[in-house]
Every structure is written in C-alpha cells, then in structure tokens.
C-alpha cells in the first residue's frame, strides 16, 4: 500500500495549530505566574504586619516601679492605689490615654479607662513624676515616671471625689490589677493589703 505524503499546505495548517495553542500556553502561564506574585506580595506584607503586631504586643507594655496604697484617716482601709510605671525596655512610645486597666477586687471586676477621656463611667488618673521630654501622658522616654491613681469607693474626700464601685480594701485583703497599653501589651499587678495599718498614712501593697 502506497503511504500519504503531506503536502506543504498541510504541514502550515499544522504548524498555525500548534503556535496557537503554545501561545496560549504561555498566556496561561503568564497569567497564572501573575496571580502567584501579586499572592506571595500580599502574603508577605500580611505577615510582616502580624510580626510587628505581635512583637508589639509582648515589647509594648507597661513595667510597675512601685505600687502603694493610701490609708483612709482614723480608718484601717485603703482608699486609693497608685501605681508608678514606665514603659518595659525595648518598648515603642505608650500613650496612657489610650491604656485600660481591669481591677479585679472582693465586689467585683470594674474596667477602667483613662480620665482624660471618659469621665462617664470607671476610670483612673494620670499624673506625671518624672516627665524629662514633656510629653505626658506619653511614655516617650527610658527615665519617664507616670503614676496611675485609683481612687476606691470609701472616704471620697481623701481621693479627690473620683472613685469606683470597688469598695475601699480592708487589712488582708487582696485584689488583681490588669494594665492592658493600645498595642495588647499586658502587666498583671497583685495587690495585697497588709494584715494591719495601725498608725499607717502609706504602705507598699
């Protein structure tokens, strides 16, 4: 049997064919190699923003200098809590405004922010003790020292008229103190009254 030649107007017919569908190959490949950079690109910079918002969250916190509690006059109470802070080694600026606190006490748990801007429901006082750049109620400096007041429910007179529903703390008695900056850094201070405060006006809780 004889076999087929092809004629030369074949092989082109052929050969179009097969240059159309390696051109759409590459498309294919074009766009599909587009679709991965544009997803590896978002990918990235979502996971280099949860890195910094996670290294912020354990870097940006508050660090406690000294926690003490004022003595009520003629009373065996504490009816304000000050405590003094500046901002952990390594943290960014941290803006006390914008810090809430979580008192946890023996009449229950109250949510605190900063009086500066809420004065509507519980919150705490600001006051500067050291302020070497000016910039309260920001932490900006390693040598700022900022005092957190609370004033508790008792001798309103003693505290200046700002308290929370958290009556004042009795001899032994204890609370937990949560300090929580804008980034989610946290700072738990436990607060525990001492077993007597005769003749106290201060004392370290």
């Known amino acids: 049997m004889k076999a087929r030649t092809i004629e030369k107007e074949e092989r082109g017919q052929v050969g179009i064919g097969t240059l159309i569908v390696f051109i759409a190959m590459v498309l294919v490949a074009a766009i599909a190699a587009g679709v991965l950079i544009n997803t590896a690109g978002f990918l990235q910079s979502q996971s280099e923003q949860t890195g910094e918002e996670s290294t912020a969250q354990v870097s940006d916190r508050l660090e406690t200098v000294s926690v003490t509690g004022n003595v009520t006059d003629g009373a065996n109470e504490i009816n304000k809590i000050e405590v003094m802070v500046t901002k952990a080694a390594g943290a960014n600026d941290i803006d006390l405004n914008a810090t809430t606190a979580q008192l946890v006490g023996p009449d229950g748990t109250f949510n605190l922010v900063s009086g500066n801007v809420d004065l509507t429901g519980d919150y705490f006082n600001i006051t500067a003790f050291r302020d070497v750049d000016d910039s309260s109620p920001v932490l900006a400096d390693a040598e700022d020292r900022f005092i957190i007041e609370i004033g508790l429910s ?42 007597t405060l005769d003749g106290e006006s201060s004392v370290t809780l």
């Open 154 to 195: 008792g001798d309103a007179a003693d505290v200046g008229g700002s308290t929370i529903g958290q009556a004042a703390l009795q001899e032994g008695e204890t609370a937990l103190l949560t300090l929580n900056t804008q980034a989610g850094g946290q700072t738990e201070i436990r607060l525990s009254v001492p077993d």
